[in-house]
T-cell receptor, first 116, second 113 residues
C-alpha cells in the first residue's frame, strides 16, 4: 500500500461531460503529481502541485485543470470529455517538490475513466 | 528534452531463468534514471533508481540495473525470475533538478511456469 488514495476507482461517463478525480497524498507528502496512462500514449505527466501551488506542467489539455487544497488533497477536473480521454489516471505524491531526486514518487492505484 | 525507449513491449521468460529488460534514453543534460513496476490493478512502485555514483544499482525483489553513459542505457536485470515477477515494467528519466518523470512505453514481463 503506497498510502496514496484515489477515488473513484472507476468512472464511466458520456462525451461532453465533466468529471472530477480525487487524490489524497501519502501522509507528510506535500507534492502531488497527475499522470495519464493510455494505450496509445503510455504514461504522460500532466501536472504537479506543491503545497497548494502549481509547480510543473506537462502535456495537460486546456480542457483539464487541477488544484491542490489546504489539506493537500488534489482534484483533477476533466471537462468536455472526448472518447480519447478514456485512460487510467494516476496520482502520485512525494515529500518535496523535487520528488525524483530527494524522494521517490508514490503512486495511487489510479482511476479508470471510460468515456462512451 | 528527455525521452525513454523500451525496445521490448513483451518479454516472456521461463521461471528461474534470467531476464534483461532494455531501456535506452536520450537527453542533452544529466539525468536521473528509474525503473518502476506495475502489478495488475495497482499503481507504480519504485524498483530502483540511479542518481549518481556506482553505475550498478540494486533494487527490491532481486532486481538490478546498470547505467551505461556511453550507450545511454539503463537495462534492468534479474538472475532468476519468479512467477510473482509477472508485471509491467517502466523505465523513466528525469532531468537532474527537475521534478517530473518521463516514462517509457513499458515492457510486459510474463514469467512462464
Amino acid at each position: 500500500d503506497s498510502g496514496v488514495t484515489q477515488t473513484p476507482k472507476h468512472l464511466i461517463t458520456a462525451t461532453g461531460q465533466r468529471v472530477t478525480l480525487r487524490c489524497s497524498p501519502r501522509s507528510g507528502d506535500l507534492s502531488v503529481y497527475w499522470y495519464q496512462q493510455s494505450l496509445d500514449q503510455g504514461l504522460q505527466f500532466l501536472i504537479q502541485y506543491y503545497n497548494g501551488e502549481e509547480r510543473a506542467k506537462g502535456n495537460i489539455l486546456e480542457r483539464f485543470s487541477a488544484q491542490q487544497f489546504p489539506d493537500l488533497h488534489s482534484e483533477l477536473n476533466l471537462s468536455s470529455l472526448e472518447l480519447g480521454d478514456s485512460a487510467l489516471y494516476f496520482c502520485a505524491s512525494s515529500v518535496d517538490p523535487q520528488g525524483s531526486y530527494n524522494s521517490p514518487l508514490h503512486f495511487g492505484n489510479g482511476t479508470r475513466l471510460t468515456v462512451t | 528534452a528527455q525521452s525513454v525507449t523500451q525496445l521490448d513491449s513483451q518479454v516472456p521468460v521461463f521461471e528461474e531463468a534470467p531476464v534483461e529488460l532494455r531501456c535506452n534514453y536520450s537527453s542533452s543534460v544529466s539525468v536521473y534514471l528509474f525503473w518502476y513496476v506495475q502489478y495488475p490493478n495497482q499503481g507504480l512502485q519504485l524498483l530502483l533508481k540511479y542518481l549518481s555514483g556506482s553505475t550498478l544499482v540494486k533494487g527490491i525483489n532481486g532486481f538490478e540495473a546498470e547505467f551505461n553513459k556511453s550507450q545511454t542505457s539503463f537495462h534492468l536485470r534479474k538472475p532468476s525470475v519468479h512467477i510473482s515477477d509477472t508485471a509491467e515494467y517502466f523505465c523513466a528519466v528525469s532531468r537532474t533538478g527537475a521534478n517530473n518523470l518521463f516514462f517509457g512505453t513499458g515492457t510486459r514481463l510474463t514469467v512462464i511456469p
